[in-house]
């Protein structure tokens, strides 16, 4: 079972990641339509660890009651 503290530095690790992930996507919305074809790839980009990012958080709950 993770530690609460391992658990809140994979929380950190996620959000920097989705924020990252964020920007991206940000980023190719305001060169289109240049570059519209990379718009699954960096959707599914974002996708990824904003779910794990829920899923962490959801599971802090659970373990800090």
Avoid: N
């Amino acid at each position: 079972m993770d530690t609460l503290e391992t658990l809140k530095a994979e929380i950190k690790k996620l959000s920097s990641l989705a924020v990252q992930t964020e920007m991206d996507l940000h980023d190719l919305s305001e060169e289109l339509p240049t570059d519209w074809q990379r718009i699954p790839e960096v959707a599914q980009r974002t996708f990824q660890p904003h779910q794990s990012l829920a899923a962490a958080k959801q599971k802090l709950s659970a373990l800090s009651g």
